[in-house]
């Protein structure tokens, strides 16, 4: 393991080493290591939730006025920004996304800081129909300790939709980031307490999930999970929250679908076609993994999405020109490039074969893959990839085209591209899916 010195964690306000294993976050790009740290043990999750619970009955914050919360989430918008191109490149270090990525996360993350501080100071609470000689009202307060458990896939922003939303109720946190990528979280935490929040209000606890998220989830102190990460996790907390009679909120999987119409702008169609499914490396929960193509328009669209996909930039994040960078993972890859496998052996065609790019040095890279005649109840199909694989069916008319859309597990997002405004106004109300984009890729 590297000379690098071990990280403090933060266990209820103090910085300090934690009493687990030893982990560490690799460079995707090249494997080494870039930060190291030592987990939590289950007695300092203790500490930090017992701290946390302390914290928020005796610090003020929870009794804070919430124009006076929304000064400290201010200033921690202002921080981030300060620090915009650290946060950037220390993102892309840890989890490995092109910097041009990882720049506009951090600013999305100043943004929601900045989103809930105005939210928390002009919240109204409303004086509600009495039903007799005085006054009811529906008032907001906080839970007390809630957890906020976060994939790796865009960490600064995930723990920002979290954490923001939760500190503006005047809740104490404990963020629990993926063991692979602990550093984004560790330096908001920083940013929180230099910007205000009070000693032991956030701590952050990296360390594996099935251990440390767990003690978290089932602690009695902690009051709510707000929970993003793969769907059969997400169960498994549901299941634990339903024991305790505890309310949570699950960001779970994807399989997000894109159609292309015969009368698309072709080419606009194709770049947005690009866009949803290879940015990120296909390694988010919006990621377009399904495309439908009317058969019309086949051959020519086909043309075109091969000829950009192989022209895709994919390589070093570090340069501002890369379009695609790394896996998480060395197993990431191989799993990704085990579904390419899977999809010939299950009769799809690989048109671009991703497991075939050549890449130097010890990164977890792999090419982007475009497979054609997939079919509905194949495996690369039906399940999340989250990779840079595009699973491509033709159809022969919007409604089939939406009805294969909506018979799907997943419906985090979708995108019609069409020029036919009465068709595109349809696909919004017909489709089954969280976020609809007209002529732009899934949102
Ligand atoms: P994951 O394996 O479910 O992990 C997510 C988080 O949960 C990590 O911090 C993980 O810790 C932790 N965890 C694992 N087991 C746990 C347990 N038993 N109790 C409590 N916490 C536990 O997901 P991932 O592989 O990191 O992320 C990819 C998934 O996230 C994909 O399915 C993607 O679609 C989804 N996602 C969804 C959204 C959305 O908004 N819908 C956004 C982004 C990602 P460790 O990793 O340290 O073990």
Same mark, same amino acid.
């Given at each position: 393991?590297?000379?690098?010195?071990?990280?403090? *964690?933060?266990?209820?306000?103090?910085?300090?080493?934690?009493?687990?294993?030893?982990?560490?976050?690799?460079?995707?790009?090249?494997?080494?290591?870039?930060?190291?740290?030592?987990?939590?043990?289950?007695?300092?999750?203790?500490?930090?939730?017992?701290?946390?619970?302390?914290?928020?009955?005796?610090?003020?914050?929870?009794?804070?006025?919430?124009?006076?919360?929304?000064?400290?989430?201010?200033?921690?918008?202002?921080?981030?920004?300060?620090?915009?191109?650290?946060?950037?490149?220390?993102?892309?270090?840890?989890?490995?996304?092109? *910097?041009?990525?990882?720049?506009?996360?951090?600013?999305?993350?100043?943004?929601?800081?900045?989103?809930?501080?105005?939210?928390?100071?002009?919240?109204?609470?409303?004086?509600?129909?009495?039903?007799?000689?005085?006054?009811?009202?529906?008032?907001?307060?906080?839970?007390?300790?809630?957890?906020?458990?976060?994939?790796?896939?865009?960490?600064?922003?995930?723990?920002?939709?979290?954490?923001?939303?939760?500190?503006?109720?005047?809740?104490?946190?404990?963020?629990?980031?993926?063991?692979?990528?602990?550093?984004?979280?560790?330096?908001?935490?920083?940013?929180?307490?230099?910007?205000?929040?009070?000693?032991?209000?956030?701590?952050?606890?990296?360390?594996?999930?099935?251990?440390?998220?767990?003690?978290?989830?089932?602690?009695?102190?902690?009051?709510?999970?707000?929970?993003?990460?793969?769907?059969?996790?997400?169960?498994?907390?549901?299941?634990?929250?339903?024991?305790?009679?505890?309310?949570?909120?699950?960001?779970?999987?994807?399989?997000?679908?894109?159609?292309?119409?015969?009368?698309?702008?072709?080419?606009?169609?194709?770049?947005?076609?690009?866009?949803? *499914?290879?940015?990120?490396?296909?390694?988010?929960?919006?990621?377009?993994?399904?495309?439908?193509?009317?058969?019309?328009?086949?051959?020519?669209?086909?043309?075109?999405?091969?000829?950009?996909?192989?022209?895709?930039?994919?390589?070093?994040?570090?340069?501002?020109?890369?379009?695609?960078?790394?896996?998480?993972?060395?197993?990431?890859?191989?799993?990704?490039?085990?579904?390419?496998?899977?999809?010939?052996?299950?009769?799809?065609?690989?048109?671009?074969?991703?497991?075939?790019?050549?890449?130097?040095?010890?990164?977890?890279?792999?090419?982007?893959?475009?497979?054609?005649?997939?079919?509905?109840?194949?495996?690369?199909?039906?399940?999340?990839?989250?990779?840079?694989?595009?699973? *491509?069916?033709?159809?022969?008319?919007?409604?089939?085209?939406?009805?294969?859309?909506?018979?799907?597990?997943?419906?985090?997002?979708?995108?019609?591209?069409?020029?036919?405004?009465?068709?595109?106004?349809?696909?919004?109300?017909?489709?089954?899916?969280?976020?609809?984009?007209?002529?732009?890729?899934?949102?």
């Amino acid at each position: 393991m590297s000379k690098l010195e071990l990280l403090p *964690i933060n266990i209820g306000g103090e910085w300090r080493l934690g009493g687990g294993d030893e982990s560490a976050s690799l460079y995707p790009a090249t494997g080494e290591v870039v930060g190291r740290l030592r987990a939590p043990s289950l007695a300092d999750v203790q500490e930090a939730i017992e701290k946390a619970d302390q914290a928020f009955r005796t610090s003020g914050w929870a009794q804070k006025k919430p124009h006076e919360r929304a000064a400290v989430l201010h200033r921690v918008a202002q921080l981030i920004r300060e620090r915009a191109e650290p946060l950037a490149q220390l993102q892309r270090l840890d989890n490995g996304k092109p *910097i041009s990525e990882t720049r506009a996360l951090v600013a999305s993350a100043a943004g929601t800081f900045q989103f809930f501080a105005a939210a928390c100071e002009t919240m109204e609470e409303t004086i509600t129909p009495s039903r007799g000689d005085f006054m009811t009202m529906s008032v907001y307060e906080p839970m007390g300790v809630v957890a906020a458990i976060t994939p790796w896939n865009s960490p600064i922003a995930s723990e920002a939709q979290k954490l923001a939303p939760a500190l503006a109720a005047g809740n104490a946190v404990v963020v629990k980031p993926a063991e692979a990528t602990p550093l984004l979280a560790l330096e908001l935490a920083r940013i929180c307490e230099e910007a205000g929040v009070p000693k032991g209000i956030v701590s952050v606890l990296p360390g594996r999930g099935s251990v440390i998220g767990d003690a978290i989830t089932k602690h009695p102190l902690v009051k709510r999970v707000s929970f993003t990460g793969g769907t059969s996790t997400g169960k498994h907390i549901a299941r634990i929250a339903a024991d305790k009679m505890m309310p949570v909120s699950l960001e779970l999987g994807g399989k997000s679908a894109t159609m292309v119409l015969e009368d698309a702008d072709l080419d606009h169609a194709v770049n947005g076609v690009l866009y949803g *499914i290879f940015s990120s490396s296909g390694e988010s929960c919006i990621a377009g993994s399904r495309l439908f193509v009317a058969r019309k328009l086949y051959g020519d669209f086909m043309e075109r999405l091969t000829a950009k996909a192989t022209a895709l930039r994919v390589g070093d994040p570090a340069d501002e020109r890369t379009q695609m960078g790394p896996l998480i993972t060395a197993e990431a890859k191989a799993r990704v490039e085990s579904y390419v496998a899977g999809a010939e052996a299950e009769g799809a065609t690989v048109v671009v074969d991703g497991r075939e790019a050549k890449f130097e040095g010890n990164g977890f890279f792999t090419g982007v893959s475009l497979l054609d005649h997939v079919k509905t109840d194949s495996k690369v199909y039906l399940e999340e990839i989250f990779g840079p694989v595009l699973a *491509i069916v033709r159809v022969n008319s919007y409604e089939e085209g939406l009805q294969l859309i909506n018979d799907h597990q997943f419906g985090n997002g979708t995108a019609i591209f069409t020029r036919d405004g009465g068709t595109a106004r349809s696909f919004e109300f017909d489709v089954e899916a969280g976020m609809v984009g007209i002529n732009v890729p899934i949102p």
